[in-house]
């Protein structure tokens, strides 16, 4: 079994910033891959940023780039995703997702654990 917790969310006005975190426990050896996704009311779950274990190149939503940065601490099992910048379309509930494999991939299908999700809010 693999938890994954995500904190860090709130409520900021637009051009702040805010990191989330998320903290992989359990089995954690078989997530390669870990990635931010977001969901607003109506929408389909979108990929936001992802990084794998081996240290190559992140890759993130267009959307986002240049705004948001994925690290990762392998030693303490936590992803970061600082988020700079933020706009009002920014809100949503950010989920955590695992994959065990070392491709990142942005369909959530593909993705074989999950957080509870943590609701950022960006006021205009």
């Known amino acids: 079994q693999v938890q994954l917790v995500e904190s860090g969310g709130g409520l900021v006005q637009a051009g702040g910033s805010l990191r989330l975190s998320c903290a992989a426990s359990?089995?954690?050896?078989?997530?390669?891959?870990m990635a931010w996704f977001r969901q607003a009311p109506g929408m389909e779950r979108e990929f936001v940023a992802g990084?794998?274990?081996?240290?190559?190149?992140?890759n993130y939503a267009d959307s986002v780039k240049g705004r948001f940065t994925i690290s990762r601490d392998n030693a303490e099992n936590t992803v970061y995703l600082q988020m700079n910048s933020l706009k009002p379309e920014d809100t949503a509930v950010y989920y955590c997702?695992?994959?065990?494999?070392?491709?990142?991939?942005?369909?959530?299908?593909?993705?074989?654990?999950w957080g509870q999700g943590t609701q950022v809010t960006v006021s205009s």
């Open positions: 997702a695992g994959r065990n494999s070392i491709v990142i991939v942005t369909a959530p299908m593909n993705y074989n654990y």
């Open positions: 359990g089995r954690t050896f078989n997530i390669y891959t």
């Open positions: 990084i794998n274990w081996s240290g190559s190149t992140p």
